[in-house]
């Protein structure tokens, strides 16, 4: 027997069933306002992100000329492979930076680096990729000091101090501005169709109230009216 011919596979929209949660959403009101801010924040939330980007571009560009190369020096022991550190970090020969104060060792080049060579700015890869780490502020300070062993303390408080002051003080925290305007703006949305809501039901409430006086009004006429001629039936029959 033919083997069946690959198709479209039927079964793979069953993954389609973790979205009938969602229609829970349109019983409640209150999370209808959390999802229609959400998806009327995107457009300003893809703005913010490209200014992040560009402010990574901008600072990652800025490492590059100022710590390419400059992480991948510790200390060693004189004339062996062996790190002569249980912790090692990056070292200088001269300046302000960490020295090789131990007998017998030497700072020299050979090591990958901190993070097991993950964290440098020898690449504008590995460059963006250490800022947005230092912009999520998830060990933005070992970073810092890292590169203050490395070359000093001259330039990198300059330079990751205002990396978080713009980066994660202002940028980041515009997310939460335009998030908090836009809930806002649909809770006031939200609150004035609820008002509009009760004003229209009120009307339709007035509207049927009327109208049943009305017609009480027109059937007390119409029997008024059928008293009065039959009292004058029965004058004229006597």
Excluded at 144 to 149: A, G, M, T
Excluded at 212 to 223: K, N, P, R
């Amino acid at each position: 027997m033919a083997p069946k011919s690959a198709g479209f596979d039927v079964k793979a929209l069953r993954a389609f069933r973790v979205l009938r949660p969602l229609r829970l959403v349109s019983g409640v009101p209150s999370l209808q306002v959390v999802l229609n801010s959400i998806i009327k924040a995107m457009v300003p939330l893809l703005h913010i992100a490209l200014l992040v980007l560009f402010m990574i571009i901008i600072y990652a560009i800025i490492g590059l000329e100022l710590f390419m190369g400059k992480m991948h020096k510790t200390c060693y022991y004189t004339g062996t492979d062996i790190i002569a550190e249980d912790r090692p970090a990056p070292c200088a020969h001269t300046g302000h930076g960490h020295h090789c104060n131990v007998n017998s060792t030497e700072c020299r080049s050979g090591w990958p680096g901190p993070n097991s060579g993950i964290t440098h700015f020898d690449n504008f890869g590995f460059a963006m990729l250490t800022v947005y780490q230092c912009i999520t502020m998830e060990g933005w300070t070992d970073v810092l000091y890292w590169v203050n062993d490395a070359i000093g303390n001259e330039w990198p408080w300059i330079y990751f101090v205002s990396l978080i002051l713009l980066g994660s003080f202002f940028v980041l925290n515009l997310v939460l501005g335009v998030l908090s305007g836009e809930f806002s703006k649909e809770r006031e949305k939200a609150k004035s169709r609820g008002d509009f809501q009760k004003l229209r039901e009120k009307q339709l409430l007035d509207e049927d109230l009327r109208g049943y006086l009305d017609w009480i009004t027109q059937a007390e006429d119409i029997d008024l009216d059928h008293i009065k001629h039959g009292e004058g039936m029965g004058h004229w029959y006597f």
